[in-house]
């Protein structure tokens, strides 16, 4: 887990200018209303290793290749993803507006509300973000994936949430 937070910390900044693979790019999210997604960048990391014992206190391994994916999402008032998975862990920065994330794991069905500066971390088991206002919102996404495997997984409802 280690080994991908940095990957996805890396990243946030270094693929900016990295060439898109639009044909690895899975845009074809049946189940997402109002949303729309844009691949930003994805870029392949070898194996490696960070330490840092500085102002932060973090430590990572990938122990094999990793591709990073960023992405933007933006959310029309009232929409929603779509029920999903990933394969790995995903960093979601909100950077405007407000969205509420379920997991499908949760029998509760307990939302986790993220305004914009913050962020939440997906395990990529299974979640849902949902955009509950009447306002737009938008958040960056970072992704972690098997080189030039799909990042994202259409699930059916869990059936733990109303909706």
């Given at each position: 887990?280690?080994?991908?937070?940095?990957?996805?910390?890396?990243?946030?900044?270094?693929?900016?200018?990295?060439?898109?693979?639009?044909?690895?790019?899975?845009?074809q999210?049946?189940?997402?209303?109002?949303?729309?997604?844009?691949?930003?960048?994805?870029?392949?990391?070898?194996?490696?290793?960070?330490?840092?014992?500085?102002?932060?206190?973090?430590?990572?391994?990938?122990?094999?290749?990793?591709?990073?994916?960023?992405?933007?999402?933006?959310?029309?008032?009232?929409?929603?993803?779509?029920?999903?998975?990933?394969?790995?862990?995903?960093f979601?920065?909100?950077?405007?507006?407000?969205?509420?994330?379920?997991?499908?794991?949760?029998?509760?069905?307990?939302?986790?509300?993220?305004?914009?500066?913050?962020?939440?971390?997906?395990?990529?088991?299974?979640?849902?973000?949902?955009n509950?206002?009447?306002?737009?919102?938008?958040?960056?996404?970072?992704?972690?994936?098997?080189?030039?495997?799909?990042?994202?997984?259409?699930?059916?409802?869990?059936?733990?949430?109303?909706?």
């Amino acid at each position: 887990m280690k080994s991908i937070m940095a990957a996805a910390l890396i990243a946030t900044s270094a693929l900016a200018g990295c060439a898109v693979d639009e044909e690895s790019s899975s845009e074809q999210h049946s189940a997402a209303q109002g949303v729309t997604p844009t691949l930003l960048s994805r870029g392949r990391y070898q194996p490696f290793t960070v330490e840092s014992e500085g102002l932060v206190n973090f430590e990572a391994k990938a122990k094999t290749a990793v591709d990073v994916i960023t992405r933007q999402h933006d959310y029309l008032p009232n929409s929603h993803t779509g029920w999903h998975t990933h394969p790995g862990p995903v960093f979601i920065t909100v950077v405007s507006g407000t969205l509420t994330f379920y997991e499908s794991d949760d029998p509760s069905c307990t939302p986790v509300v993220v305004t914009a500066g913050n962020g939440y971390v997906d395990h990529g088991h299974g979640h849902i973000a949902r955009n509950e206002t009447g306002a737009a919102a938008r958040d960056i996404t970072v992704i972690l994936a098997p080189p030039g495997l799909p990042f994202r997984g259409e699930i059916n409802p869990p059936g733990n949430c109303a909706f």
